[in-house]
Nanobody, 120 residues
Protein backbone atom coordinates (compact mmCIF):
# COMPACT_ATOMS: atom_id res chain seq x y z
CA UNK A 1 0.00 0.00 0.00
CA UNK A 2 1.30 3.44 -0.92
CA UNK A 3 1.46 6.32 1.52
CA UNK A 4 2.23 9.95 0.79
CA UNK A 5 3.10 11.73 4.00
CA UNK A 6 3.21 15.52 3.94
CA UNK A 7 4.78 17.88 6.42
CA UNK A 8 5.79 21.51 6.75
CA UNK A 9 2.52 23.42 6.71
CA UNK A 10 1.61 26.06 9.24
CA UNK A 11 0.92 29.71 9.89
CA UNK A 12 3.19 32.33 8.35
CA UNK A 13 3.04 36.09 7.93
CA UNK A 14 2.70 37.67 4.49
CA UNK A 15 6.08 37.81 2.80
CA UNK A 16 7.32 34.81 4.75
CA UNK A 17 8.51 31.40 3.61
CA UNK A 18 7.60 27.78 4.17
CA UNK A 19 8.85 24.47 2.85
CA UNK A 20 6.54 21.53 2.33
CA UNK A 21 7.77 17.95 2.09
CA UNK A 22 6.06 14.81 0.87
CA UNK A 23 7.59 11.36 1.18
CA UNK A 24 6.21 8.38 -0.72
CA UNK A 25 6.51 4.90 0.74
CA UNK A 26 5.29 1.42 -0.08
CA UNK A 27 6.01 -1.22 -2.69
CA UNK A 28 6.82 1.35 -5.33
CA UNK A 29 8.32 0.31 -8.66
CA UNK A 30 8.56 3.68 -10.36
CA UNK A 31 7.54 7.25 -9.59
CA UNK A 32 6.80 9.39 -12.61
CA UNK A 33 5.56 12.93 -11.97
CA UNK A 34 5.15 14.33 -8.47
CA UNK A 35 3.46 17.55 -7.59
CA UNK A 36 1.54 19.83 -5.34
CA UNK A 37 -2.06 20.99 -5.57
CA UNK A 38 -4.02 23.27 -3.29
CA UNK A 39 -7.61 23.82 -2.33
CA UNK A 40 -8.85 27.01 -0.74
CA UNK A 41 -12.16 27.07 1.15
CA UNK A 42 -15.09 26.95 -1.24
CA UNK A 43 -12.88 26.47 -4.27
CA UNK A 44 -11.73 23.58 -6.44
CA UNK A 45 -8.40 21.87 -6.04
CA UNK A 46 -5.90 23.39 -8.47
CA UNK A 47 -2.39 22.65 -9.62
CA UNK A 48 0.46 24.49 -7.93
CA UNK A 49 3.54 22.80 -9.37
CA UNK A 50 4.69 19.48 -10.82
CA UNK A 51 8.04 17.88 -11.53
CA UNK A 52 8.82 14.86 -13.69
CA UNK A 53 11.28 12.13 -12.85
CA UNK A 54 13.77 13.89 -15.12
CA UNK A 55 13.32 17.22 -13.36
CA UNK A 56 11.05 19.06 -15.79
CA UNK A 57 9.03 21.58 -13.80
CA UNK A 58 5.66 23.19 -14.36
CA UNK A 59 4.15 25.98 -12.25
CA UNK A 60 0.83 27.72 -11.97
CA UNK A 61 1.12 31.32 -13.13
CA UNK A 62 0.12 32.54 -9.68
CA UNK A 63 3.21 31.05 -8.04
CA UNK A 64 5.88 31.47 -10.73
CA UNK A 65 8.93 33.21 -9.35
CA UNK A 66 7.88 32.61 -5.74
CA UNK A 67 7.60 28.83 -5.38
CA UNK A 68 10.18 26.19 -6.26
CA UNK A 69 9.47 22.49 -6.60
CA UNK A 70 12.21 19.90 -6.27
CA UNK A 71 12.50 16.19 -5.65
CA UNK A 72 14.88 13.62 -4.29
CA UNK A 73 14.38 10.48 -6.35
CA UNK A 74 16.49 8.35 -4.04
CA UNK A 75 14.24 9.29 -1.12
CA UNK A 76 10.98 9.34 -3.14
CA UNK A 77 10.37 12.81 -1.75
CA UNK A 78 9.08 16.01 -3.31
CA UNK A 79 9.49 19.46 -1.83
CA UNK A 80 7.78 22.79 -2.33
CA UNK A 81 9.71 25.84 -1.22
CA UNK A 82 7.39 28.82 -0.95
CA UNK A 83 8.71 32.37 -0.73
CA UNK A 84 6.97 35.76 -0.65
CA UNK A 85 3.80 34.15 0.59
CA UNK A 86 0.55 36.03 0.18
CA UNK A 87 -2.80 35.68 1.97
CA UNK A 88 -4.24 34.24 -1.25
CA UNK A 89 -1.82 31.31 -0.94
CA UNK A 90 -3.82 30.14 2.07
CA UNK A 91 -5.15 26.67 1.33
CA UNK A 92 -4.81 22.99 2.07
CA UNK A 93 -1.86 21.74 0.04
CA UNK A 94 -1.98 18.19 -1.32
CA UNK A 95 0.88 16.08 -2.55
CA UNK A 96 0.32 14.02 -5.67
CA UNK A 97 2.38 11.22 -7.17
CA UNK A 98 1.94 9.35 -10.44
CA UNK A 99 3.45 5.98 -9.70
CA UNK A 100 3.44 2.24 -10.23
CA UNK A 101 3.67 -0.39 -7.51
CA UNK A 102 4.38 -4.11 -7.53
CA UNK A 103 0.64 -4.75 -7.22
CA UNK A 104 -0.97 -1.92 -9.22
CA UNK A 105 -0.63 -0.30 -12.60
CA UNK A 106 0.42 3.30 -12.92
CA UNK A 107 -2.04 5.70 -11.26
CA UNK A 108 -2.32 8.83 -9.14
CA UNK A 109 -1.99 8.86 -5.37
CA UNK A 110 -2.76 11.70 -2.98
CA UNK A 111 -1.52 12.77 0.41
CA UNK A 112 -3.82 13.74 3.25
CA UNK A 113 -3.17 17.46 2.87
CA UNK A 114 -1.39 20.04 4.97
CA UNK A 115 -2.78 23.44 5.91
CA UNK A 116 -0.91 26.59 4.92
CA UNK A 117 -2.24 29.83 6.36
CA UNK A 118 -0.78 33.20 5.41
CA UNK A 119 -1.97 35.89 7.77
CA UNK A 120 -0.69 38.72 9.91
Amino acid sequence: QVQLVESGGGLVQPGGSLRLSCAASGSIVSIYAMGWYRQAPGKQRVLVATITSRGRRNYADSVKGRFTISRDNAESTVYLHMDSLKPEDTAVYYCNADLETVATIRRDYWGQGTQVTVSS
